[in-house]
C-alpha cells in the first residue's frame, strides 16, 4: 500500500509517518513549500492506494486571521482530493475536528468537507470522517501544536502561572497521537464505518479548570477566545473498534516528573 499524506509535515503528520514506517506502509508527502494541496491538479503521483488530508489552517485564531485562505485551503482545496479519490476509487481519510459540530469559522470549514464527501459517497467515494478531539503528546507536540496542554506546559516550565480563558469550566476530550494514528491505519484498511462521521476521542474528559489543577500551580483568568461550547461525544461506534492506550493524567505526570520528555 502507498497513501499519500498531506499536512505530512504538521504535527499529526509527522508522528503518522513514523508510524507508518514501523509498519512498513509507504507513504508519499504533500505539504508545503514543495507541495500545495490549492495546486493538487499539478502534481503526478503514481499508484497511490488512499489518501490522509491531514492540511488545514486549523484553530479558531488562525482562521479569523486569514479568512480567504482558511477557504481555499480546508476548503476548496478538500473538494479537489475528494474528486481524485473518487475518480480513482480510493480511499479518504479526512481529519475533521469537534469543531465541526460548532459555530466557530474553523468548525464551518471542516463541516464543509465533511458533508461534501458524504454527498459524494452518493457517487462511489470511500470516506471516512473521523471527528478528533484535542490531541496530544508524541513528537514535536510542544513545537508543533498549540492547545491548552501544550500552552500549559510551556508555561509550567517557564515558572509561569498557567492562563485559562474564561471561567474554565469548558470541558474538552482529549486523545493521545499515537491513538489517532491507530485508528487512522484502522481506516486505511476499511475497518472503520464509511460515508459517516465518527467522533474519535478517548474516556479523558476534563474541564480546563481541573485540567489546570493538575500541575499544582498558581493560575490566572483572563477573556480570550474559549472556543465553542461544552461538544458531546458520542464514543460508542469507535469503541466497538479501538480501545485507547493512553490515558492523559498518567502520561502528563510522567512528563512533568520527567521534565517534559517530549520531542
Partial sequence: MKVLITGSKGYIGTNLKYFLKDRDI????CDLPSCDIRRFEKYRFENIDAIVHLAAISGLKNCIMDVLGAYEINV???????NYCLERNIPFIF??????KGTSYYGYTK???????????KSGLKSYIL???NVYGGIDFLKKKST???RFLKQYRNNEKLTVYGNGNQKRNFIHVLDVCEIIYLALFSKIPCCTKIDVGSEDTISINDLAKLFNTDIIYTNGLVGDKNVSLNLKEINKLYKCKYKLRNWLKNEIDNQFNIR
Fill in 111 to 121: 463541516a464543509c468537507v465533511e458533508d461534501y464527501a458524504i454527498d459524494r459517497c
Fill in 131 to 133: 471527528r478528533l478531539s
Fill in 148 to 150: 491548552v496542554i501544550s
Fill in 26 to 29: 509507504q507513504f508519499v508527502e
Fill in 95 to 100: 481529519t475533521s475536528s469537534q469543531a465541526a
Fill in 76 to 82: 476548496l482545496a478538500s473538494y479537489k482530493l475528494i
